[in-house]
Structure formats: C-alpha cells, structure tokens
T-cell receptor, first 112, second 119 residues
C-alpha cells in the first residue's frame, strides 16, 4: 500500500520559476524523504526530514514537515530544465525496521 | 563508492515463462530491498532483507515471486510463471540499518532497475 500522496500529479513551469510539490500521509512517521527519478533511471535521494524537524534546506531545495497535518512540501527554487523528473515522497514508519513507503509521485516538467 | 548494481537492465519474456534478476548492494549495507514500480506509479516494496534474513515480505506474491539473499550480500528475485501484470521496473536498493524507532532515519540507495516486459 502507498502511504504518501503527492499533489499535484503533474506540474509544468518555466525555467527560473519555483516549483512546489506537496505530500500527505496517513500514519505516524519516523522521517519523511524526497526522491527524484529521471526518466528510465533509478531513484536518487534528495533530502530527509525527521519527525522532530519542521523545515530543512539543501541547496535550492526547501522541505517542510507538519506532523499535525501529516503533510510535507518540497520547494525547488529557480528551477532548471535539468530538474525535469518525477519526485516522490517516502515515509519511514515509527515501528519496526526502516521500511520506506512511497507515494505515486509528481511529474515535473521545466521548460527552457 | 560503487552504487547498487542490477542485471539485466532489460528483459522481455512471454507470459508463463520465468525470469531472474540479480542485485549487488553497496558494500557494507546490511539492508537490501526489492521494489516493484509499475509505469506511472511509485515503487512498491516487495521484500526487505536484513543481512540474509527476511524482515518484510508482506507484499510479495509468494505464489510466483521468490527472493533470496544468500551470505547476506547479493540477492536474486525470481518470477515464475510471469503474468502480463508483472511488467514493471524492479528496483533493488540498499541501506545501512538504522536504530529502531527514534528519529535517526536512513537513506536508501537505488540501482538503475531491471525493466521487465511480459508479452
């Protein structure tokens, strides 16, 4: 079963604009991670935010986490054509081993 | 550091045939995962190993799928017999095991995937 649900399913923007993707989940988590997947490739880890953190930055990426609303957002600032990819949120549950459950993803298209 | 290696990259088989995928995780990673990703969807966990023991195989269709991780390093995923709906990318991933609970977290490293088409 998939825990995370990304919104929107697809997003099309121009280079230089910001892109915001949202993720909602259902059960309590240990941490939430965002991954990127270029067409035909494997997933690449972008950023991890722990359940006791509210915001995290990495380069042009900004992630927020609201555990009371069970939601997270990924902001990519000053987007580039190379950012074109699918973006997935994945949640790690509190109990048991560190299994990640992925959402269905947001497909981002950045046009030059 | 070498990444997660998978083979073959692409495979086309007829329904009812069998197929096997191989994965070599990052050196030192005790945890190994097999995910299935159907086109347009997110990855779904099939099986998770901790060393050579199975931690979670609740979503593995055990009537046709099997996986093993002998010696706690390489792993193989087998499908026999294949169905049309098995057409997907099979992603292997590995990670260091993290402490249970708490907020330590861990990162999973993925291979490039093995693309299966069942015709």
């Amino acid at each position: 079963s998939q825990q995370g649900e990304e919104d929107p399913q697809a997003l099309s923007i121009q280079e230089g604009e910001n892109a915001t993707m949202n993720c909602s989940y259902k059960t309590s988590i240990n941490n939430l991670q965002w991954y990127r997947q270029n067409s035909g490739r494997g997933l690449v880890h972008l950023i991890l935010i722990r359940s006791n953190e509210r915001e995290k930055h990495s380069g042009r990426l900004r992630v927020t986490l609201d555990t009371s609303k069970k939601s997270s957002s990924l902001l990519i600032t000053a987007s580039r054509a190379a950012d074109t990819a699918s973006y997935f949120c994945a949640t790690a549950s509190i109990s048991g081993y560190s299994t990640l459950t992925f959402g269905k993803g947001t497909m981002l298209l950045v046009s030059p | 550091e070498a990444g997660v290696a998978q083979s073959p990259r692409y495979k086309i088989i007829e329904k009812r045939q069998s197929v096997a995928f191989w994965c070599n995780p990052i050196s030192g990673h005790a945890t190994l995962y097999w995910y299935q990703q159907i086109l347009g969807q997110g990855p779904k966990l099939l099986i998770q190993f901790q060393n050579n023991g199975v931690v979670d195989d609740s979503q593995l269709p055990k009537d046709r799928f099997s996986a093993e991780r002998l010696k706690g390093v390489d792993s193989t995923l087998k499908i026999q017999p294949a169905k049309l709906e098995d057409s997907a990318v099979y992603l292997c991933a590995s990670s260091h095991p993290s402490s249970l609970g708490g907020v330590s977290g861990n990162t999973i490293y993925f291979g490039e995937g093995s693309w299966l088409t069942v015709v």
